[in-house]
């Protein structure tokens, strides 16, 4: 009886989890959600000092189409020569959330070194996060935060 539970936990490892195992690059697919632009419109949320310095860029990008996520208007902007930043913002609540880093240093033949989908939680960067670390790397956008899954070197 021992044996046969151990070797049916075992089989069920894989199932119960699926983060455990590399399971490759994630793609779009992966993280579904369904767009759902609101009726109307929340003003931008600048409650931070952070959000405060891109009010501009956020309060023009808020005008746009839902493009990340579902429900969120994923903005960038330049943050020098070469380099990238941005935030995501909730179209339903106005709030903001800023990326936890610069982009620079994407590849010659890249040219948004930003990757997202509407439909998708899904964020790819490719280049240098905060001028460090170059390569390709996904993160998911849960609960408000970009939560960091994998990163693969150039």
Request: hydrophobic fraction near 45%; aromatic fraction near 10%.
């Amino acid at each position: 009886m021992r044996k046969a539970f151990a070797l049916l936990f075992i089989a069920m490892v894989p199932v119960a989890l699926p983060w455990a195992a590399d399971t490759g690059t994630p793609t779009f697919a992966e993280c579904p959600v369904a767009v759902s632009p609101p009726a109307r419109r929340a003003p931008v949320d600048l409650a931070t000092a952070e959000s405060r310095a891109y009010a501009s860029q956020l309060r023009r990008a808020a005008k746009g189409p839902v493009n990340f996520a579902g429900h969120y208007v994923l903005a960038t902007w330049g943050c020098g020569a070469g380099c990238v930043t941005g935030g995501a913002i909730d179209a339903r609540s106005g709030s903001v959330t800023l990326l936890p880093f610069t982009v620079s240093d994407w590849p010659l033949d890249v040219t948004e070194p930003l990757a997202f989908r509407k439909n998708s939680c899904i964020l790819v960067v490719q280049g240098s996060r905060n001028e460090a670390g170059g390569g390709t790397h996904f993160y998911a956008f849960r609960q408000g935060e970009f939560q960091w899954l994998k990163s693969l070197p150039r």
